[in-house]
């Protein structure tokens, strides 16, 4: 079964840090984009970041960039969201998905061409 797994969310002071890792589970992960997402209560998700297979391609939205980073290490199956000066506007459920190995060299923040969907995980900005 193809999955996609977040972790790392959790409660963080204004100003500080998380790691957020989405991890490949039934399939290698090195042929395919990967995209971070979020959703905050009562809003559209909003594409945030995202690397084409081989990490040589990035995008960031306005609202983190500069504060947020991606990456990956295909050996690892994982790709990572650091995510540094964290702001309360930052709390939602972050997701993580894939796009279609054809598209292994493109790297596009519209939700609509993605799949395999992970959990999310929570992150939470307060004081």
């Known amino acids: 079964q193809l999955q996609l797994v977040e972790s790392g969310g959790g409660l963080v002071q204004p100003g500080g840090s998380l790691r957020l890792s989405c991890a490949a589970s039934g399939f290698t992960l090195d042929r395919y984009p990967i995209g971070w997402f979020r959703q905050a209560p009562g809003k559209e998700r909003e594409g945030i970041s995202c690397?084409?297979?081989?990490?040589?391609?990035?995008h960031y939205a306005d609202s983190v960039k500069g504060r947020f980073t991606i990456s990956r290490n295909n050996a690892k199956n994982t790709v990572y969201l650091q995510m540094n000066n964290l702001k309360p506007e930052d709390t939602a459920v972050y997701y993580c998905?894939?796009?279609?190995?054809?598209?292994?060299?493109?790297?596009?923040?519209?939700?609509?061409?993605?799949?395999?969907w992970g959990q999310g995980t929570q992150v939470t900005v307060s004081s």
């Open positions: 690397i084409n297979s081989s990490g040589g391609n990035t």
């Open positions: 998905a894939k796009l279609p190995s054809l598209m292994r060299d493109l790297c596009v923040l519209s939700d609509s061409p993605y799949n395999n």
